[in-house]
């Protein structure tokens, strides 16, 4: 990667076929054969974390999984411990996942600084390149559980949490070689980080359409997530008669579209039932018990907490109508986070001087950035996804010349980077 005489960016394409490949490499670490499938504190997490760590070293950082199993590499600055321009993303993916969600982030900024540490380059910062450990919430319900720990939000009943066989975090902690009495390790303080960046797959169809490669997100919407346990009253499918029935089944399907009905129609707002299901259903017997779980989100605030009310006002009605009880459990929720101008303005310098017109747009996908966003300024870099923006399926995909010119634009924003001056 260079830069010519005018100031431009040009690349030659050797970053991004370094990236693909290690991503592909990444994906291989996964709990099932078919698709890739990699959660918090797994085994197959631990591999993938200790492959990110050889990267890192290779690239010349200092790295290690931190007291909650993210890996985080440290590029000194001129001196050693310099406050530091973090970046990063997450290593953990959801099931039958795509290979660029979340891992991009962290792959393509480990062979930035490479290109620096072969050349014996030294900025007047830091460079922490973090792979957070569980951005998805898969395993434990509870999302952003890595980068809350980096911002020192991690709150401590997070570890009685329990997968679905029982393990709570702590004792996946402690089976994954950490110390769960440590989390409190993790944290960041303020004055070390100057800013953070983020580059992530857009997991969207906006810059496809448009045929830009990269954009740059100006905020991050917000989300609400919840599990609801619908209880009602079992029995036999043939004898008794519908009027007499407490299907929670029925009562949770109704529900559900209550969710669709409330969040269409109204633009950025958006309402899904990712799961829904009958525990120890059987075909010739009334459900007694449904489950669903819930996420809602929108880029203003106001507009998802409305929605949420008005769906947790219409769930009530419904169990009362049909003589079901429910519990709801909150899961997940955090505001929306703005995107820094200052930091937008220097990445969209570096997109400029990669001779693309720099594009904004929001996020409504959740990221890391919006834990961080607690501690620091936050910026992120979308790379556009093909196949109309799929994601968070095996379908996902990107291409080596994109993510070779968003190595080079991360880079020159690396090199460009000045601290803010309040
Ligand atoms: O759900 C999200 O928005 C993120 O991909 N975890
Ligand atoms: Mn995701
Ligand atoms: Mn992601």
């Known amino acids: ?34 698709g890739l499938t990699r ?17 890192m070293k290779e690239a010349g950082m200092s790295a290690d999984f931190d007291a909650v199993g993210n890996v985080v590499g440290r590029y000194e600055g001129m001196t050693p411990g310099l406050p530091a321009v973090v970046t990063g993303s997450h290593y953990d993916a959801v099931r039958n996942a ?33 792979g957070f450990a569980d951005e998805e919430g898969v395993r434990f319900q509870s999302t952003l559980l890595g980068s809350r720990a980096i911002a020192g ?8 949490k329990k997968d679905s066989d029982g393990m709570t975090m702590a004792e996946a902690l402690t089976a994954f070689g950490l110390d769960p009495a440590r989390i409190a390790d993790a ?12 580059v992530h797959i857009e997991q969207g169809p906006v ?64 309402g899904t039932a990712g799961q829904l299901f009958v525990p120890d259903g059987a075909t010739n017997v009334i459900p007694g018990a449904a489950e669903f779980t819930i996420d809602i989100r929108a880029g203003e605030d106001r507009e998802r907490e409305a929605a949420v009310g008005d769906v947790m006002k219409s769930i009530d009605a419904i169990a009362d109508r049909r003589g079901v009880t429910v519990e709801v459990e909150t899961s997940h929720e955090e505001r929306s986070a703005n995107c820094a101008a200052w930091l937008m303005n220097m990445l969209r310098e570096s997109v400029a001087r990669a001779g693309i017109v720099p594009r904004d747009l929001m996020s409504g996908a959740g990221h890391d950035a919006m834990a961080i966003a607690d501690i620091a300024d936050i910026s992120m870099l979308f790379v556009r996804c093909g196949n109309g923006g799929i994601s968070h399926h095996s379908d996902e995909t990107m291409t080596a010349e994109d993510a070779d010119i968003s190595a080079a634009i991360l880079l020159d ?6 601290p803010k001056t309040n």
């Open 1 to 34: 990667m260079t830069e010519t005489e005018s100031g431009t960016i040009a690349t030659d394409g050797r970053l991004g076929a370094e990236i693909m490949d290690r991503l592909h490499q990444l994906a291989g670490h996964s709990e099932s054969a078919e």
């Open 153 to 160: 939000t991690l709150a401590p009943e997070t570890l009685n």
């Open 207 to 270: 810059l496809e359409q448009e045929g830009l490669p990269v954009g740059i997100v100006t905020s991050i919407a917000g989300a609400n997530r919840f599990v609801v346990r619908v209880r009602g009253q079992a029995g036999h499918a043939g004898t008794v008669p519908m009027m007499l029935r407490r299907d929670a089944a029925t009562a949770a399907s109704e529900m559900v579209l209550e969710i669709e009905k409330r969040c269409q129609g109204i633009d950025g707002l958006v």
């Open 187 to 198: 944290a960041h303080r303020p004055e070390d980080v100057l800013a953070y960046v983020e």
């Open 98 to 130: 795509g290979s660029y969600d979340g891992m991009l982030g962290v792959v393509l900024p480990i062979s930035c600084v490479k290109i620096m540490h072969e050349a014996g380059e030294r900025l007047p910062h830091a460079i922490e390149v973090i």
């Open 39 to 55: 959660v918090y504190l797994s085994v197959e997490e631990k591999a993938a974390g200790e492959l990110l760590i050889g990267w």
């Open 413 to 418: 924003f690396f090199r460009r980077f000045r």
